[in-house]
Structure formats: structure tokens, C-alpha cells
């Protein structure tokens, strides 16, 4: 028996990726050849391993693959994108874009989307770096006077008293009209071309499984649901909001927004330099 190749697919321990990637690494899917094991870490962390090349199929910030295209291509499925949503700066009281110059927020990291986007929302303000699961506790506390919060917090902040200062997707959608790129999986250049369309069809194959296998899928994810897992309705919208028809496929709309993502970010000197996104493509 010839030996398998060991594929290690790196996603961020939530709900949306949990349900994206249900059927490749639960065994419902045909790998034959492949020994396909999952690695779960925040983003920040995943951002970083990708500057050694960790593994073979990661989960990235589009912010993060600015300065990673020499490791990694984009898979052309699994992104997540906030479709007139997005990461929100929240408070413990209400706040204007002005009020944020030159005062420091909480970020979940220095390459995540939802960094970038504040910095193109608001150039002045300070930011600090808090892990995402405990920037909600810090803007209640008081440490910081704002926050950016992803994942899960993005639908449970008002169970906290917090003040919505910006919805980021929702004004990304104001200023360009289109959606906020805010991930994608980036896969290792270093994989011979073959194998690396193969497993692009199998991660369509386990989006399209989970979309087709919705309740499945969902009862799977909520092992994930950070703050949403008595709470199997807000964690069924949350999986929505990331996990849709964008993620099946990016489509000319979905790869103009990261191109131009990309070009805003470094026409605003947050990039430091011009990045053309690319997409390994299959039949």
C-alpha cells in the first residue's frame, strides 16, 4: 500500500468554519490517498504559520494574504464574506468616527481584515491587541474604550450593554457597493498542481454538503458556537452570514472585492505593497 499524503487543513475554531469543512474532516467525503487531519487556532495565529508555510490548506485574513502570496494561492471556495455586515466597533457607550481620533481600540490582530477595515474607516485612531475572545470583556470593563469584534460577538454584544459605533461591512458596502472580503483558505504553492485542484474540489464538495445537509451540518458546528451554543438560532444566522453562496464560489464579484480590498489598502499606505490576488483554478 502506497504511503498517503498528509494534508492539514488550519481553520479557525467557529461555528462557520466548523460547518464549512464538516464533511472533508469528518470522513464523508472521498480522500482516498490523502490523510486529512484539522488544526484548529484563531486567526492571528493562522496568519502568522502561514509565513513558514504550517500547512498545506489554511484559513486567512485577505489582510494577512497581502504579505503571503509567495507561500499561498487562493482557493477559489471558502471564503467568508460580510455581504452589508462585517466585524463591528462596539463600545460601552455611543461614539462617532471623530471621537475614535487618536484614542485606542481593541483588535483581534495586527493581519486581520477587520483591522484593516478600521484602519481604512478611521486612519487616526490607536489600536492594541487583545485575543478575540476577550475584546467584548475588555470594552465592558473599561481597559479600552472601543472594540472590533468578530466571530460569534458580532450578534451577542448588545447582550452586553455595548454600543454599536460602525458595522465595518455594513459601510464597505456604503463606500463600494459590493462585499467585505473578509477570509479565504490559501493553499501552499509548494503542492504539485493536480493535488491542489483535487483538494480545491474537495472543499467545494464539503461546502456544497453542508448547504445541502444544513441541519447535519449545523448540529456539528455548534460545538464551535462561542457564546451561541444553547442558542441554536442565532448560531443557524451566524453560519449564514459566513457561510453562503459566496463561500460555495467567489465569482468575478467576489474576486473584484478582494482586488480592490487589496488595492485600497495599499493606496491608504496600510499594504506595504501591491498585491495581486491569486486563485488556483480548476475545471
Wanted: hydrophobic share 40%; glycine share 10%; proline share 4%.
Amino acid at each position: 500500500m502506497s504511503d498517503t499524503i498528509p494534508i492539514r487543513i488550519a481553520h479557525s475554531p467557529d461555528s462557520d468554519d466548523a460547518f464549512m469543512f464538516y464533511a472533508l474532516t469528518q470522513g464523508l467525503l472521498d480522500v482516498e490517498g490523502l490523510d486529512v487531519s484539522h488544526v484548529l487556532q484563531d486567526i492571528e495565529t493562522l496568519n502568522h504559520a502561514a509565513f513558514e508555510g504550517t500547512y498545506e490548506i489554511t484559513a486567512l485574513s485577505i489582510h494577512g494574504y497581502a504579505y503571503l502570496s509567495d507561500r499561498y494561492a487562493l482557493m477559489p471556495s471558502g471564503a467568508s464574506f460580510g455581504d452589508g455586515y462585517g466585524p463591528v466597533v462596539v463600545a460601552s457607550k455611543p461614539l462617532t468616527r471623530e471621537d475614535l481620533r487618536g484614542v485606542t481600540v481593541a483588535i483581534p490582530g495586527e493581519l486581520t481584515t477587520a483591522h484593516l477595515a478600521l484602519k481604512l474607516w478611521q486612519p487616526e485612531v490607536e489600536t492594541t491587541l487583545v485575543p478575540f475572545d476577550r475584546i467584548l470583556e475588555v470594552v465592558e470593563s473599561g481597559e479600552v474604550a472601543a472594540g472590533v469584534v468578530i466571530h460569534e460577538g458580532q450578534l451577542t454584544f448588545q447582550d452586553m450593554g455595548l454600543s454599536l459605533i460602525v458595522d465595518l461591512g455594513a459601510w464597505w458596502a456604503e463606500e463600494t457597493g459590493g462585499p467585505l472580503p473578509l477570509g479565504g483558505n490559501g493553499i501552499r504553492k509548494d503542492i504539485e498542481p493536480a493535488l491542489q485542484q483535487r483538494l480545491c474540489r474537495l472543499l467545494r464538495q464539503s461546502i456544497d454538503y453542508a448547504l445541502d445537509n444544513r441541519e447535519e451540518a449545523l448540529e456539528y458546528a455548534l460545538r464551535y458556537a462561542r457564546g451561541l451554543e444553547d442558542d441554536p438560532e442565532r448560531s443557524d444566522k451566524f453560519v449564514g452570514m459566513y457561510v453562503n453562496e459566496w463561500t460555495r464560489d467567489y465569482g468575478d464579484a467576489g474576486r473584484r472585492a478582494v482586488q480592490q480590498l487589496l488595492d485600497r489598502g495599499y493606496e491608504a499606505g496600510l499594504l506595504k505593497h501591491h498585491q495581486t490576488a491569486e486563485f488556483v483554478e480548476y475545471d
